[in-house]
């Protein structure tokens, strides 16, 4: 049975279908590759490469010539680290937590040290073992979650015991308004990590997600850390067109029914049907990653006609209004569309009062997930 005829049995059992176009994944990794050049780019995959699965994701971008990984828990990198090739380098963007070090070097786990703490750790665990251990160090430019303060780098600078037994191979920051190509920010977080970036000029700098990408060259640096864009979101305002979606979110009517005027729909009686309806309950609600926020505001398509959502999103339904829609034409199993051509994961996101990324990684593992290669089949 091939993954369709497979996918169709699931369908007809009523669960919602997740498609994922590994061809369009690796058609974005090249395109945001072409971008940066001559830097080079990694892939963050954390949060399961934002919900998408990142053992499949990992092999499809290692396949592009993808080499660098960033995850952002220690377990993320305990799980990815058997399923990579040997010559692929993972990264824990969280950091190095106190008795970590030991498993970390024996399953060559490069950590991103965040803290003058953790470079002592490190430096530890380097002479303890007699090995030079690699290391990404990470600096704030200004957004204040993770890395060294400007102090304690210059602390850092003026101790080089501190950093005896180690190797740092890369100097990295995060921008904190990539997103707003206009904003002051961007260039003062830029100068920032160059002023820093310049006490290791044999690194690798790493500064730019995906947004950053789209900066322009200046914010390249050596290596590019993207996310988003790879999974066929918006990074930025004025994203080029290049980035194409990756995900597709179908869901099964499980009933129809017709109701007259005066009908109360779902929990609370939030809807009030306002004259005679047809409606459809559908097989996904918040516990399938759909926000209640969607309740009474979102919707979803068929065939390029919106189906406002009624009343309140259940944990695992929720009802639509499908009065527009030819009788007999929604039946039981008829999937309608969550995200797809008609509704974009941005779309969706700013119904739900949220951002892409929120979306993505709370789709969860309740769907059939459908991987598919796209136009550019190896
Ligand atoms: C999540 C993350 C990224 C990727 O960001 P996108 O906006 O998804 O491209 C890059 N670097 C760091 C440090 C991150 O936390």
Redo the contacts with the bound molecule.
């Keep these: 049975m091939n993954a369709h005829s497979s996918f169709r049995m699931l369908a007809d059992h009523g669960w919602g279908r997740l498609e994922i176009d590994l061809g369009a994944l690796r058609a974005n990794y090249r395109a945001l590759a072409a971008r940066a050049a001559p830097a080079r780019v990694a892939a ?1 995959v ?1 949060a399961d490469a ?1 919900g998408l699965g990142a053992e499949r994701v990992s092999a499809a971008l290692y396949a592009e010539g993808c080499r660098d990984f ?1 995850v ?1 828990h220690f377990v993320e990198a305990l799980r990815l680290r058997p399923l990579l090739s040997l010559d692929a380098r993972l990264y824990v ?1 969280n950091g190095l937590q106190p008795g970590d070090e030991d498993v970390a070097l024996e399953r060559d786990i490069v950590p991103v040290l965040n803290s003058l703490e953790q470079v002592e750790q490190w430096n530890f665990t380097a002479s303890r073992t007699g090995r030079q251990l690699a290391a990404a160090l ?1 600096v704030d430019s200004g957004m204040s979650r ?1 890395g060294l303060s400007a102090d304690e780098l210059k602390t850092l600078v003026a101790r080089p015991s501190l950093t005896a037994a180690i190797r740092i191979t890369h100097v ?1 920051s ?1 921008l904190a308004e ?2 707003e190509p206009e904003a002051p920010a961007n260039a003062a977080q830029l100068s920032a990590f160059a002023a820093a970036r310049a006490a290791f000029p044999q690194a690798i700098a790493s500064f730019a ?3 950053g990408i789209f900066l322009g060259p200046d914010y390249h640096q050596d290596l590019a ?5 790879l999974y066929g ?1 918006v ?1 930025c305002r004025n994203q080029p067109e290049e980035i194409r979606p990756v995900v597709r979110l179908s869901i099964p009517v499980i009933q129809t029914r017709s109701v007259p005027a005066g009908t109360r729909i779902g929990y609370g009686g939030r809807h009030v049907a306002p004259g005679p309806m047809r409606i459809a309950t559908l097989a996904a609600g918040y516990a399938d990653g759909l926000p209640r926020h969607l309740s009474g505001c979102g919707a979803v398509y068929f065939e390029g006609q919106r189906l406002p959502i009624l009343g309140s999103v259940s944990m695992d339904s929720m009802t639509v209004d499908v009065s527009a829609i030819e009788p007999g034409r929604i039946t039981l199993g008829t999937p309608v569309e969550v995200i797809g051509p008609h509704q974009t994961l941005e779309m969706l996101a700013e119904a739900a009062g949220t951002i892409a ?1 929120e979306i993505l990684t709370r789709l969860g593992q309740r769907y059939a997930r459908d991987y598919i290669q796209g136009e550019t089949a190896a």
Excluded: E, T, W
């Design positions: 963050v954390k934002y960033f952002a963007l990470q993770l990295m995060h990539a997103d997600n995906s947004g850390r993207p996310g988003i864009a979101g990074a990324y």
